[in-house]
């Protein structure tokens, strides 16, 4: 299901990527006119969806994901270390 999911990351990225390749010479390089303008806007919305789609298929998210479960997994042995803890000092009394 993975390597699936990323196939189609790679298939939006590649679609992104000839979009912005065949629209880039189009594009009116002139003063700050409204067409200069909804082209650089444009450019920039591209960009953003190519940095996304690179983004996922690194796989940046899954290192932070594992990172993050650890930092999760050691507060829950320590917060059942406490829990033991008054448990037997519960039991004392």
Do not use: C
């Not at 290192?63 to 829950?76: G, Q, Y």
């Not at 448990?87 to 004392?92: K, L, Y």
């Amino acid at each position: 299901m993975r390597k699936r999911n990323k196939f189609k990351h790679v298939v939006y990225l590649a679609l992104a990527l000839a979009m912005l390749l065949y629209a880039l010479p189009k594009l009116s390089p002139e003063g700050p006119t409204p067409v200069f303008v909804f082209g650089a806007v444009w450019v920039a919305f591209a960009l953003l969806v190519i940095a996304a789609h690179l983004h996922f298929i690194i796989g940046v998210d899954e290192e932070k994901k594992k990172r993050l479960d650890a930092v999760r997994k050691a507060k829950l042995e320590m917060w059942q270390g406490k829990w033991n803890e008054e448990g037997r000092a519960t039991q004392r009394l």
